[in-house]
């Protein structure tokens, strides 16, 4: 059964930073890409970032790109999401997602959300 558990929500200032993390279980995980995505209240869930299998490809949505930063431990079966400079407008529940394929546009395994709230 695959597992994907996201942490490091929290609340925090505009202009701090976090770190979420997701811990994958249940899958073989460096052969995974992984992705990172956002929702807020009212609005559709969105794509934030993803990353291939090994790390060499990365991507952004054009609102994060500079700010944050997808890496991923391969030996520790987790990926993260570095997130810096955040804005009010970055306040969602964040999610991890997994797929074979960085390429997908329909990613098959999902975590439960971290909420990331940043005030203003």
């Known amino acids: 059964q695959v597992q994907l558990v996201e942490s490091g929500g929290g609340l925090v200032q505009a202009g701090d930073s976090l770190r979420l993390s997701c811990a994958a279980s249940?899958?073989?995980?460096?052969?995974?890409?992984m992705g990172w995505f956002r929702q807020a209240p009212g609005k559709e869930r969105e794509f934030v970032a993803s990353i291939n299998w090994n790390g060499i490809r990365r991507k952004y949505a054009d609102s994060v790109a500079g700010r944050f930063t997808a890496s991923r431990d391969n030996a520790e079966n987790t990926a993260y999401l570095q997130m810096n400079s955040l804005r009010p407008e970055d306040t969602a529940v964040y999610y991890c997602?997994?797929?074979?394929?960085?390429?997908?546009?329909?990613?098959?395994?999902w975590g439960q959300g971290t909420q990331v709230t940043v005030s203003s």
């Open positions: 997602a997994a797929d074979i394929t960085i390429a997908t546009t329909k990613w098959a395994f």
């Open positions: 249940g899958l073989t995980f460096s052969t995974y890409a």
